[in-house]
């Protein structure tokens, strides 16, 4: 099985020079891409200085995480893809268990390694964890991260094992699956794209996994810190995917609950002071009344899975009942 690792890069030129050569050194079985995004730095010229043996691609303008994949892959032909942030630093054998996976199994589509904190090598990471869920009403959260609570790795997840969705800071996916999906939504410029893509193939009856025996290692923040844009986008881009693919006999009762309780959030970063953040929630539903009907029509005619979530309400376990790890659940 022929496995290109993808890079998309903007400005990204510390991390390239951190984390590129580990990813080269133990990366033997991969051919590897950097999609740069129209980088204002130096990173294409560093590319191609001191890492010649990279196949380096570079899109026009800055098209986000969405536009700036779906570009670069155009013309990417091998079998299984990584598209992999230039964050991450990966460590020895951690291909081979993903890629007997793969071979093992044609129905799973999608899958991620172990996402641990660079800073803190016994944590997860906030960006995928050890694989993805969401709620009744679209809220993510992941096996060993549940909204800002992250797990300590004690082996509790390792094995191979069933997931809702891969995280986009590592994610590895069938090649044509991913061009018969279109992709990802470019409407979604940034945050939660993986998510709505790993949703989508859900419905096309396809499985997602996470595999424990593989573990990368994520900064984390490096393209996005924590800012109202970042709320802006995952407010945004969750109920996009809500309107996207939820079952419509259930849709509209759904994103009547999901208005609520982002109020009821809204109103918490008021109380604690963060006008900011609440005034980018009020813009991403803006935003999605004016798109509702664009995004509606994007919806496809598969099965969509009723049986989609991992509970009724993360919200209410974790902020109400103090249930912060995934065994709790």
């Known amino acids: 099985m022929k496995l290109a690792l993808v890079l998309l890069n903007w400005n990204g030129v510390e991390m390239l020079k951190r984390f590129l050569p580990d990813l080269i050194e133990y990366s033997k079985e991969a051919t590897i891409y950097v999609i740069d ?16 043996q990279i196949n380096l691609i570079q899109n026009p303008s800055n098209l ?16 299984l893809l990584c598209l992999i942030n230039n964050d991450i630093r990966v460590t020895e054998n951690w291909l081979p268990p993903i890629l007997k996976l793969f071979k093992s199994n044609p129905n799973i589509a999608a899958a991620q390694p172990h996402i641990l904190d660079e800073k803190d090598h016994s944590k997860f990471e906030y960006a995928g964890a050890a694989g993805g869920y969401i709620d009744r009403f679209g809220y993510p959260f992941c096996r060993g991260r549940i909204f ?12 191979d094992e069933s997931i809702f969705w891969a995280s986009g800071a590592c994610l590895f996916i069938r090649n044509e699956l991913f061009k018969q999906a279109n992709g ?35 900064l984390g923040g490096a393209s ?13 881009n969750s109920l996009f995917m809500i309107i996207k693919n939820v079952p419509f006999i ?3 009762f759904i994103f009547f609950i999901r208005l609520i309780l982002d109020g009821i959030s809204g109103i ?23 798109n509702f009907f664009r995004m509606f029509k994007k919806r496809k005619r598969l099965h ?21 790890k995934i065994k709790d659940i």
């Open 64 to 79: 986000g995480y969405a536009g700036g994949y779906n570009k670069g892959l155009e013309n990417i032909k091998e079998e």
């Open 250 to 252: 259930t849709l509209p």
């Open 184 to 218: 990802f939504d470019e409407d979604f410029f940034m945050h939660q794209e993986e998510i709505d893509l790993c949703w989508r193939l859900k419905n096309r009856g396809y499985e997602i996994f996470s595999v424990g025996n593989s573990k990368v290692y994520h």
């Open 304 to 324: 969509f899975k009723q049986n989609y979530y991992k509970t009724n309400s993360i919200v209410l376990k974790y902020f109400i009942l103090n249930k912060n």
């Open 37 to 52: 995004n129209n980088s204002t730095d130096n990173s294409v010229a560093h590319l191609k200085s001191n890492f010649p």
């Open 148 to 159: 800002d609570h992250l797990e300590k790795d004690q082996g509790q997840f390792n094995g």
């Open 268 to 290: 918490r970063f008021l109380i604690k002071g963060e006008i900011t953040n609440c005034m980018s929630i009020i813009k991403a539903h803006l935003l999605v009344y004016l």
């Open 224 to 236: 996005l810190p924590n800012s109202p844009r970042k709320v802006f986008y995952n407010y945004r």
